[in-house]
């Protein structure tokens, strides 16, 4: 069955990831699990059968049918168990919704991090008596989804367009521009691509801060690091469809940016996991 397991995961790493790339997401883990405590580490490791924390990184892009959570009432009309969403709402103030209404009736489907906060609160009251693949489950989404938040491309703004950036832009220079998802560019292009490095190298490179700025990157719980992502990443949406990015103007611009919410959200990832596993 591992061996099964392990020939899709080779499979699935060829194909374009919906959120962060792999490596992306492996480095987000791999930051994460140098900031574990020991009590924490000690139950990742045993949770997850041994392996490290980015082996498992992007299984909630690989399975993603598979990753069922529970939205929590009975609604009017569909199931209550819905795919785990990887994008979350903010009104206009950038401030995330907690649930989402939408003409009188509640709708939290699409809020990652409703879905987030449940999931950690249930991990935190069981995780010693949980079912094994439930456990595993709930981990998944917490690593997978923490990171996911962090992503420029995975909120949307109500009442501001554009929200999402699945349009394409035309990325390059000069006469190689290429047509390109902006989602796409911010999920699989802007980091990775540029740098030789393996996960563990870029996590070696990325976690560069003091103990001190950790403590205030870490400031608050995941709806005050949704809102920061939300205002830090909407002046990223100047770009339309159809626009023309200079490739190496923009890599210039936003590339530290980018990597910078990939070292926070290891850290935000590693504070989440000590608060649960204690």
């Known amino acids: 069955m591992k061996h099964i397991l392990t020939t899709i995961i080779a499979l699935l790493l060829a194909s374009t990831a ?3 790339s792999v490596r992306e997401h492996a480095t987000v883990a791999q930051i994460a699990e140098r900031h574990l405590t020991p009590k924490a580490k000690e139950l990742v490791c045993k949770y997850l059968d041994g392996r490290p924390m980015a082996y498992y990184a992007s299984h909630a892009d690989f399975f993603r049918n598979e990753m069922i959570v529970d939205i929590g009432f009975e609604p009017e009309e569909g199931s209550r168990r819905v795919v785990f969403p990887h994008t979350f709402h903010v009104d206009k103030n950038f401030n995330p919704y907690r649930d989402i209404v939408k003409k009188g009736e509640r709708k939290p489907h699409g809020n990652m991090l409703y879905h987030l ?3 950690a609160k249930g991990l935190a009251e069981n995780h ?14 917490v690593i997978h989804g923490i990171g996911d938040m962090h992503s420029p491309m995975h909120m949307r703004f109500i009442g501001r367009e554009p929200s999402l950036g699945t349009y394409k832009v035309l990325f390059g220079k000069g006469n190689k521009k290429r047509p390109v998802s902006y989602h796409g560019l911010w999920d699989a292009r802007m980091i ?20 001190k700025e950790i403590k205030r990157f870490c400031k608050g719980d995941i709806y005050d690091w949704g809102k920061e992502v939300a205002v830090a990443s909407f002046p990223l949406r100047e770009y339309q469809e159809g ?8 890599r210039r611009k936003y590339q530290q940016f980018g990597e910078e919410l990939l070292t926070k959200a290891g850290y935000r990832l590693a504070k989440v996991l000590n608060q649960i596993l204690k």
């Open 18 to 20: 919906s959120a962060w």
């Open 117 to 119: 906060e449940r999931i």
């Open 128 to 141: 010693a008596t949980m079912n094994d693949s439930v456990r595993l489950v709930h981990l998944y989404l």
């Open 192 to 211: 990775s691509t540029i740098h030789p490095w393996s996960y563990r190298d870029m996590a070696e490179l990325f976690d560069i801060y003091t103990e």
């Open 243 to 250: 626009d023309e990015i200079d490739e190496i103007a923009y």
